[in-house]
């Protein structure tokens, strides 16, 4: 398990999130920011919808980076 805090994926807050697996940690997140934060969950909605591949591709890279350097949960 690994704990990743909101503000750790460039977020507003100090909530912290526990997910065993990268995509448990991706769905958290959204719902997270869909539930704290919705005006940014709108604003990047929109930008992911106009967003082109490679944009997504870095997004998504981001992510898994966060991911990768958080420290496994003891
Ligand atoms: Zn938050």
Redesign the pocket.
């Given at each position: 398990m690994k704990t990743i805090t909101?503000?750790q994926f460039g977020?507003?807050?100090d909530?912290k999130m526990t997910a065993a697996t990268e995509k448990e940690m991706s769905d958290m997140a959204w719902k997270?920011?869909k539930e704290?934060?919705p005006e940014k969950f709108k604003m990047t909605q929109d930008m992911m919808k106009g967003a082109k591949p490679e944009q997504k591709a870095q997004s998504e890279a981001y992510f898994h980076k966060v991911w990768e350097a958080a420290p496994e949960d003891k």
């Amino acid at each position: 398990m690994k704990t990743i805090t909101c503000a750790q994926f460039g977020g507003d807050c100090d909530h912290k999130m526990t997910a065993a697996t990268e995509k448990e940690m991706s769905d958290m997140a959204w719902k997270h920011v869909k539930e704290a934060h919705p005006e940014k969950f709108k604003m990047t909605q929109d930008m992911m919808k106009g967003a082109k591949p490679e944009q997504k591709a870095q997004s998504e890279a981001y992510f898994h980076k966060v991911w990768e350097a958080a420290p496994e949960d003891k």
